[in-house]
């Protein structure tokens, strides 16, 4: 049992550290490391619908809002589209796992059923240059879920939501405000000079 709970603590480690495959065509590209970028494009589908959370153009606002925010503390944000050196175009998918709790003891507890378990966060990001496309490159993050010291926090208060008949809504602020930051390190990871 021990040395399955070791491969399987690896096996998480090891994809926890994985990087994006960054397809080039038609030659490998090198971006600086002090480029700037100007978001382009920013669409950002939103699946799994439920009154107790964020209105899709709200989760699409804060995701910009805080990838924009994060580029400009690295200095890497332009400022403006005819002053930056790359565009970006991103696509996004965030999927609420909405937990349906019917059934169950949680259906005493939240009153619709509902109860936010986990997020997808799937996205696209295109990189251009002078109109053209030097690289793109994709992710699949699937069941996410707060972590560190601060995701704990709101995985507390998430269940204080539920024993309080609340819900656990408040946990999208936590997600939207830190999902770009895997856009924004997959950014820095684009092989430099």
Request: net charge negative.
């Amino acid at each position: 049992m021990r040395v399955f709970s070791l491969f399987l603590a690896l096996c998480l480690m090891a994809g926890c550290a994985s990087k994006p495959d960054y397809y080039i065509s038609p030659a490998p590209v090198a971006i600086p490391e002090t480029a700037t970028y100007w978001i382009d494009t920013f669409n950002v589908e939103v699946v799994g619908k439920n009154e107790r959370f964020l209105p899709d153009e709200k989760v699409r606002d804060k995701l910009h809002t805080d990838l924009i925010v994060r580029l400009l503390d690295g200095n890497r944000y332009a400022s403006s589209k005819e002053t930056a050196d790359y565009l970006l175009d991103i696509n996004a998918v965030y999927a609420r796992r909405i937990q349906d709790t019917q059934g169950g003891f949680m259906s005493n507890i939240v009153a619709d059923g509902t109860y936010l378990a986990s997020v997808d966060f799937n996205y696209q990001v295109k990189v251009k240059k002078a109109g053209v496309e030097v690289l793109h490159f994709a992710q699949a993050r699937q069941g996410l879920m707060p972590g560190g010291a601060v995701g704990q926090l709101e995985a507390m208060r998430g269940i204080a939501g539920a024993l309080t008949n609340r819900g656990n809504s408040d946990v999208e602020d936590y997600y939207t405000g830190h999902l770009s930051g895997f856009i924004d390190d997959d950014l820095r990871g684009i092989p430099s000079r």
